[in-house]
């Protein structure tokens, strides 16, 4: 019992301090995102507060809380990562708005949906067109100038 009891302790001081970390601070985001539903629901009857007010006041608390304890200091607690937030906690936003899409109203807006989609592709590949050409543009004056002053070179 005391040789597992050892094994388990060894691999619990060879998990890395950075691992560590992440998962205390993903933890506490989900701990404080729970009490945001959770008070943003018992608060729902409420006129004067619903659920972004109370994500933001519990975000103000949070961030206060932080800056007392570390002293002012710069906390590298809660390190926001656009991967995690991107892979995690976009694609459930992304599929909650379009499960509660009324049928009626997509079909209704169906046309106009696709002119943005269309329009939105287009000014974006052009934009993305004139920035590479632009870019190819500057480096092919500069060896536009290379080859036209070969004088000062001598020929191989």
């Known amino acids: 019992m005391d ?5 388990v302790v060894r691999k619990l001081q060879m998990v890395n301090t950075s691992d560590h970390n992440s998962v205390v601070s993903i933890n506490i985001f989900v701990a404080l995102l729970c009490a945001s539903i ?11 507060t619903n659920e972004s007010i109370t994500a933001l006041l519990i975000g103000v608390c949070a961030g206060v809380i932080i800056l007392l304890t570390t ?3 710069s906390s590298h607690l809660f390190v926001f990562s656009e991967d995690l937030f991107f892979i995690y906690v976009l694609p459930p936003i992304i599929f909650n708005a379009g499960f509660q899409v009324k049928k009626k109203q ?12 269309a329009i939105g592709t ?35």
């Open 106 to 117: 997509f079909f209704r807006n169906f046309i106009t949906i696709m002119l943005f989609g």
């Open 122 to 156: 287009l000014v974006s590949c052009t934009i993305i067109s004139l920035a590479i050409g632009a870019i190819f543009a500057a480096t092919d004056s500069v060896c536009t100038l290379q080859v036209l002053n070969q004088d000062d070179t001598p020929l191989l």
């Open 71 to 73: 002293g002012g200091k």
């Open 38 to 48: 959770v008070i943003g629901h018992l608060l729902e009857e409420s006129r004067w």
């Open 3 to 7: 040789q597992a009891i050892s094994s």
